[in-house]
């Protein structure tokens, strides 16, 4: 008897921390009273672009493999200095890409034949000084980039800006929850529950690379970079319940 006693005592022991967590287990279904509305909406808030994202390289095109790599370096060290002296900091200038390849005469009924090879080399500028990196440009293109790519507008750090769109998502859920309510003749008696639906913050694509002319971008002299205002959205799903 003794055994099958402590069996007993030991399945009794283990079920009682079971029961003690069931009854800790929130309850997630909420039960509403009275009639449930539920609403999607929309907070926006605006900012001004406070960075500008630029590629810009050097594209370079010799008879030999070597004469290609070396005369792109050397331009290529000149941007990069450039760069150093508008007072573009290090973290600001990333290498993108650097890319040599062999260029090929193709004619009806003939081999490929070799004329050559181009060399290029991409870096990543980050402007933080907007209205001035028009200037800078000018300045590489004077030292041999020909290849610029952008600007890419955005905000450094959008979360503040987020979070205002956030807010103004909640206050227009709760102003349209009192619009429900007063034309059925009800109150709102509380949120029931909030989902964020996604935030979207998408700085608009860079445009295409500008058209070349023998090796060299077409560019107009005193670029300006004009910062304008981006959009950030937050959607919410609210659920109200009307009494």
């Known amino acids: 008897m003794k055994p099958l006693l402590l069996a007993a005592l030991l399945l009794g022991a283990a079920t009682v921390p079971a029961a003690a967590e069931a009854q800790q287990s929130p309850n997630v279904n909420q039960s509403i009273a009275g009639t449930r509305l539920d609403l999607s ?6 900012r001004v672009p406070d960075l500008a994202i630029i590629s810009a390289g050097v594209l370079s095109k010799a008879p030999t493999a070597a004469g290609a790599i070396r005369d792109n370096a050397t331009r290529m060290e000149r941007v990069i200095a450039a760069l150093r002296s508008a007072g573009i900091a290090e973290r600001d200038i990333q290498t993108n890409s650097v890319s040599l390849n062999p260029e090929y005469v193709y004619e009806n009924n003939k081999a490929p ?120 959205q937050v959607t919410l799903g609210m659920v109200f319940e009307l009494q």
């Open 41 to 46: 909406v929309t907070g926006e808030s605006t």
């Open 113 to 232: 034949r070799l004329t050559g090879y181009t060399a290029n080399n991409t870096v990543t500028i980050r402007f933080r000084d907007i209205l001035n990196s028009g200037k800078v440009l000018d300045v590489l293109v004077a030292q041999g980039a020909n290849q610029i790519n952008g600007p890419n507008l955005v905000i450094e750090k959008p979360a503040a800006a987020l979070d205002e769109a956030r807010a103004n998502a909640v206050a227009i859920a709760r102003a349209r929850a009192e619009i429900y309510a007063r034309s059925l003749g009800m109150r709102v008696a509380r949120v029931v529950s909030v989902t964020e639906g996604g935030s979207y913050y998408a700085p608009p694509p860079p445009p295409p690379p500008a058209p070349e002319r023998d090796g060299v971008v077409m560019a107009m002299a005193r670029t300006q970079i004009v910062p304008g205002e981006q959009k950030l």
